[in-house]
C-alpha cells in the first residue's frame, strides 16, 4: 500500500481535526465508540448505518479513520471500495500498520479494525485503536456484569458497589447512599437493584 | 470477546465407512493435534465438513476445528493474526496476497484445491422479462446468448437514459469477479463502463435483489436457486459455462503454521484428498448434504443441499429445470491440484482489469501461491491421480466461453487480446 502515499491530500497532513467514521447498525456499540472518541478529544464522528449507498457517504464525510465491526459482514464492501478508489486514483486509500503485530491482533480480537486513511499520523491512528479497544473491552465487561446482576448474589453486590460510589463521589455515609438509590428506585417505580446498576454503568463509562 | 461466532463444532466420529482412506499412519496412533479452520459457510465447503465429520481428519489424527466467520477479509486477517491455522478462501485470495493487493495482504499459499463449482449468475426476474422481450429468448438459450440479450438491454437502458444496472459479486479478489466480469465481456458488455460493479456478501445478496438494490449477482451455492425459489431470480450463467475448469475455493495456509508443522499439513492434505473423494461419491451425497444442513454449518434444508449435488438446478420460477453436468466437483479431474496455470490466469484476469500491472516480479509472486509441488510430494504414494506438470494450457479441452484458450507463457498478449478490459496502466499498485 504504499504505493498510495504519493497519492494523499495535504488536508491529511494532520492540519484539520480528525474524523472518524463508524460503520456500525447496531446503535449501542455506535454510542460507547462516539463517546470513547468525544473523550479522547475526537468530536467530528459519523456513524454509518446501514450498507446502502456506503460509498457516496464515505466519500462525502472523508473520514481519516474508518471504524468497523469485525463480525459485519460490510467489510467486503469497504475492501471493495478500496479496489474502486484506487483504480479511479482517488485518495481514499488505507493501510493497517503491520509494524505492530500486537497492536492489530488486540483489535481484532477486540473486534474492532481500523482502516486508516494514508498520510495519518501513526501515534494518532494508535491512540485511536488504543481507546477503541479499551472501549470495546469495557462494553464487553459491561454486558457480561449485566447477566450476573440476575442473580440476587450479584445484585447485592451492585447495590453494595453503588452505594460505594455515592460514598466517594458523594460524600455520603453508607445509610445515606443507600437511602438515596432507594428513595430514586421509589420515584422512578424502579427496582433498586437497576438503579445501581446504572450507577455502576455510569461510573464505569466516565472512569478512565 | 463479542462479534466472532465461533462455531466450532467438536468433529464427531460417525459410523466408519472410510475403507479408501489412504492413511500414512496405518497402525500407529499419534497424538491428536489441534488445527483450527476459518470457513464461510457455503456448498463448496463440503471437503471440510466431509474430513471433520466423516473421520478422514481423526483418521491421520487431527482434530478440526471449524470456525465460522462473515467475510472474506476476516478469513485474510485472522489467518494473518494466526486465529486460524488454515482457511477455505476463495481461489484468488492466496494470489492477491503474495502480489500485496488488498488492504493487509498477509502472503499464504494453498496446496489443495477444495474443488470446483457452484458459482451462478442470477439476473432479476424484471431484468430477465425485459431481455426475454428485446430478445425473444423463450428461456432454453445458454449463456453466452443470455449475456448477449443482456447487452441488447444496457444499450436499451443507455439509449431510455435510464441508470446503468448494478450487479454484485461478493469480493474484490474472488473467482465470482472475475467470471461475472468475463461473461459480460464476452458479450461485449464492459463492467467498468457500461454497469456498476458492486459488492455485497453471499447471504445479504436474495434480500437485496428483494430490495431492488441490485439487478444481478453472481454467487456461490445455495444462494441462486433460493433466488430463483423465491421467485425474484433467473439463472443465466453457471460457473461450468464459463470455465469448468476454474478452480473454486481452495485451503488457504499460513506459512509461519506450516514451518512449524510440516507433517500435520502432511496429514491434512491426506485427509482432504480423502474426504474430496468421498464427497464425489453419489451414494454419500445424502449423508453430506445432512452434514452440511446442521446451524453449525449452511443451516439450510438437507433437501435443497442434495438438489445442488445432483447438478439439477432449478433457474426459472416458472419451473424450468436445467441439469449442468459437474455443477459441483470436489475431487474428479485433478480438482485438487493447485494448478500453476490456473493461478495465472487469475493473475491475468487481474491485469486485466486493472489490479496491478503486469511484471516479472509479479509472476514469480503468482507461482508461491500455488504450491503443486507440496501437493505432489504428500500425495505421491496415496493412490490419487496425481497430474505431472504443474502448467498446461487452459481452456483446451473444457472451454472458455470466449472460445480462446490460455496459455501461461504468455499473459500479455493473452490480455491483450481481450478488446474489453481496463485501460492501459490503470493499475497504481506497486
Keep these: 500500500m504504499r504505493a498510495f502515499k504519493t497519492l494523499s491530500k495535504d488536508s491529511q497532513s494532520g492540519q484539520r481535526p480528525l474524523r472518524v467514521a463508524i460503520i456500525e447498525e447496531n446503535g449501542i456499540r455506535a454510542a460507547i465508540l462516539v463517546d470513547g472518541l468525544r473523550e479522547a478529544g475526537i468530536l467530528d464522528v459519523e456513524v454509518i448505518e446501514t450498507m446502502t449507498n456506503m460509498l457516496r457517504r464515505l466519500s462525502t464525510i472523508d473520514p481519516d479513520v474508518i471504524i468497523i465491526g469485525i463480525e459485519n459482514p460490510s467489510r467486503d464492501v469497504l475492501e471493495q471500495m478500496f479496489q474502486v478508489s484506487k483504480l479511479v486514483s482517488r485518495p481514499v486509500a488505507m493501510f493497517v500498520d503491520r509494524s505492530d503485530g500486537s497492536m492489530i491482533q488486540a483489535a481484532v480480537e477486540a473486534g474492532v479494525s481500523a482502516y486508516v486513511v494514508d498520510g495519518l499520523r501513526k501515534e494518532r491512528v494508535k491512540a485511536i485503536v488504543d481507546m477503541a479497544v479499551s472501549r470495546f473491552n469495557a462494553f464487553d465487561r459491561l454486558q457480561r456484569e449485566l447477566l450476573e446482576a440476575r442473580s440476587e448474589l450479584a445484585s447485592r453486590k451492585i447495590v453494595e458497589r453503588a452505594k460505594g460510589i455515592l460514598m466517594r463521589t458523594r460524600q455520603l455515609s453508607e445509610e445515606e447512599a443507600y437511602a438515596l438509590l432507594r428513595q430514586t428506585a421509589m420515584n422512578e417505580k424502579r427496582k433498586l437493584v437497576d438503579i445501581a446498576q446504572s450507577v455502576v454503568t455510569a461510573a464505569s463509562l466516565l472512569e478512565k | ?430
Excluded at chain 2, 475448469?245 to 488457504?252: D, I, Q, T
Aim: charged fraction near 20%; aromatic fraction near 8%.
Design chain 2, 1 to 430: 470477546m463479542w462479534g466472532i461466532t465461533d462455531m466450532s463444532g467438536d468433529p464427531v466420529s460417525r459410523a466408519g465407512s472410510v475403507d479408501d482412506t489412504p492413511s500414512t499412519t496405518k497402525g500407529r496412533r499419534a497424538p491428536e493435534r489441534l488445527v483450527r479452520v476459518g470457513f464461510i459457510p457455503l456448498v463448496d465447503m463440503a471437503v471440510l465438513v466431509a474430513a471433520a465429520e466423516q473421520g478422514f481428519a481423526e483418521r491421520e489424527g487431527i482434530r478440526l476445528q471449524l470456525m465460522k466467520d462473515v467475510s472474506w477479509s476476516n478469513i485474510r486477517d485472522r489467518l494473518a493474526f494466526r486465529q486460524f491455522d488454515v482457511a477455505h478462501m476463495l481461489s484468488p485470495m492466496p494470489v492477491a496476497s503474495q502480489l500485496h493487493l488488498g488492504s493487509n495482504p498477509y502472503p499464504c499459499f494453498t496446496p489443495f484445491a477444495l474443488g470446483r463449482g457452484g458459482n451462478a449468475i442470477t439476473l432479476s426476474l424484471d431484468l430477465y422479462r425485459e431481455m426475454q422481450a428485446l430478445a425473444g429468448l423463450d428461456g432454453s438459450e445458454g449463456a453466452l446468448a443470455n449475456a448477449l440479450a443482456l447487452k441488447q438491454v444496457v444499450e436499451h437502458r443507455r439509449q431510455a437514459g435510464k441508470k446503468p444496472l448494478v450487479f454484485a459479486m461478493t469480493y474484490p479478489f474472488s473467482s465470482h469477479n472475475y467470471e461475472f466480469r468475463f461473461w459480460l465481456a464476452a458479450a461485449g458488455i464492459n463492467p467498468d463502463t457500461d454497469v456498476t460493479m458492486t459488492v455485497v456478501p453471499p447471504p445479504l445478496t436474495v434480500d437485496a435483489m428483494t430490495a431492488r438494490a441490485i439487478d444481478g449477482f453472481c454467487v456461490n451455492a445455495p444462494w441462486n436457486i433460493i433466488a430463483v425459489e423465491k421467485g425474484i431470480g433467473r439463472m443465466v450463467a453457471t460457473k461450468a459455462d464459463i470455465w469448468p475448469s476454474a478452480p473454486e475455493k481452495v485451503l488457504g495456509v499460513s506459512p509461519e503454521w506450516a514451518d512449524e508443522n510440516p507433517e500435520t499439513l502432511s496429514r491434512l492434505v491426506v485427509a482432504l484428498d480423502a474426504a474430496a473423494r468421498w464427497c464425489d461419491a453419489r451414494e454419500n451425497h445424502a449423508a453430506l448434504a445432512d452434514m452440511m444442513s446442521a446451524p453449525a454449518y449452511l443451516g439450510v434444508p438437507s433437501g435443497l443441499i442434495l438438489q445442488l449435488f445432483s447438478g439439477q438446478l432449478t433457474v426459472d420460477p416458472d419451473g424450468r429445470v436445467r441439469h449442468v453436468e459437474n455443477y459441483l466437483r470436489f475431487s474428479g479431474q485433478s480438482a485438487n491440484f493447485p494448478w500453476i496455470s490456473q493461478a495465472l490466469w487469475i493473475y491475468s484476469q487481474m491485469v486485466r482489469w486493472g489490479q496491478v500491472a503486469y511484471s516479472e516480479a509479479g509472476l514469480a509472486q503468482v507461482k508461491a501461491a500455488y504450491r503443486p509441488d507440496l501437493y505432489r510430494r504428500i500425495l505421491a504414494s496415496s493412490g490419487a491421480s496425481v497430474p505431472l506438470h504443474d502448467s498446461k494450457v487452459e481452456g483446451l479441452d473444457e472451454t472458455f466461453i470466449d472460445g480462446r484458450s490460455f496459455s501461461p507463457d504468455d499473459i500479455q498478449d493473452y490480455v491483450d487480446g481481450f478488446s474489453i478490459r481496463a485501460a492501459a496502466n490503470a493499475a497504481v499498485d506497486e
